[in-house]
């Protein structure tokens, strides 16, 4: 199936304790870029390229998302979000007693460093910038003014609905698990292929250790909406295997409710070249693998995809979707596998029990 990759791809991210925190699925932009240095080795007469070594690899997302999210900016600058924080306050308040102004929350210092709990306020019928300071004493503030008075009032309070991070001056975007979700749609030169033009399917992206680029622009304009930036780049990940070169990514092509075999030519078990040999009782799994014809390296694959048989199973029994086989009774048997979504691919194997 030929296909097409459309629009812009979501993101889910996860932290450290696979808690996912964050997904961007209002992008304006997504873009996957792999990047890597070459050093041409050549020689000879004519100075021929010889061969080439790689390096300075990186793997980079480029996103860009129209809606705002504090997790974003925290994790881009290393930052943890905490419940609470100071918020400025501006409500309308009629005195009731001579001389005082009541307001509805308590008010905090605002400032860094002071311990002056300040506020400040203006007669409404004042212009909008006649502002007069004035202290708190919990909740009141004296001033000079007479029953009955409307004034417009500021201050900060602590609300515990906030929420607030600091930015520190030494800067390390944490590193979190990132999943691109690109849509992948259908296309072709056949009639068929533009008449059903709809998504079949998706590639995803997996990325192990993504950590954000740091440098934040939050523009606002008044005439139109601030975007978040979400690009970074992928550190190596070097699992619990062997390899000493580690990976950035995993890329995953899935076809919505594609048959396992549609692209598999042949099956083949393990070892079947020369039978197997088993005592009685004993036990052996069948390993099976496929050969495709689209590029795809022969796998093994479950051997719940599949339908074992034995010919004489009074010598050799064997599990119907395990794969499992015993020996009962000395003697040749043939184990049969067929793929059970494409009968069409099946193979056999000869089981001597002795």
């Avoid at 390229?49 to 790689?54: A, K, M, T």
């Avoid at 009955?148 to 800067?171: D, L, P, Q």
């Avoid at 008044?222 to 975007?227: D, E, R």
Wanted: aromatic content about 10%; some cysteine; overall charge negative.
């Amino acid at each position: 199936m030929e296909t097409v990759l459309a629009g812009v791809a979501p993101v889910e991210f996860y932290d450290n304790s696979h808690n996912l925190y964050a997904t961007a699925s209002a992008l304006t932009d997504a873009g996957l870029n792999v990047s890597v240095s070459e050093d041409v080795a050549r020689g000879g007469n004519s100075n021929g390229r010889i061969s080439s070594y790689f390096y300075d690899s990186n793997l980079a997302l480029t996103l860009t998302n129209t809606t705002f999210k504090l997790e974003y900016l925290a994790t881009k600058l290393g930052s943890s979000i905490v419940a609470g924080g100071d918020v400025w306050e501006l409500e309308t308040v009629t005195t009731t007693v001579v001389n005082t102004i009541t307001v509805t929350q308590t008010p905090v210092a605002p400032f860094d460093g002071s311990t002056t709990v300040y506020g400040y306020y203006k007669l409404t019928s004042d212009n909008s910038d006649a502002w007069t300071t004035i202290t708190f004493t919990g909740k009141d503030a004296t001033v000079t003014l007479p029953i009955g008075s409307e004034v417009c009032v500021k201050y900060a309070y602590t609300n515990s609905g906030a929420r607030n991070f600091s930015i520190s001056s030494e800067i390390l975007p944490d590193i979190s698990y990132a999943l691109m979700r690109i849509p992948m749609f259908k296309a072709g030169t056949s009639k068929e292929s533009y008449t059903s033009s709809s998504k079949v399917g998706e590639m995803l992206v997996k990325i192990p250790k993504f950590q954000f680029d740091p440098n934040t622009d939050l523009a606002l304009t008044s005439s139109g909406h601030a975007t978040v930036a979400l690009s970074g780049n992928a550190l190596i990940n070097y699992g619990s295997g062997c390899s000493a070169s580690g990976y950035y990514a995993e890329v995953v092509e899935n076809i919505f409710g594609k048959n396992p075999f549609d692209t598999v030519v042949a099956i083949m078990i393990e070892g079947s070249v020369d039978g197997f040999d088993l005592g009685v009782e004993d036990t052996e799994t069948l390993n099976v693998y496929a050969k495709y014809n689209d590029g795809t390296s022969i796998s093994k694959l479950d051997n719940s995809l599949f339908t074992f048989t034995s010919s004489v199973p009074n010598n050799a029994s064997v599990g119907l979707h395990t794969g499992l086989v015993t020996g009962v009774l000395a003697g040749d048997t043939t184990i049969s596998v067929v793929a059970t979504a494409k009968t069409s691919l099946e193979t056999n194997c000869v089981v001597t029990v002795s």
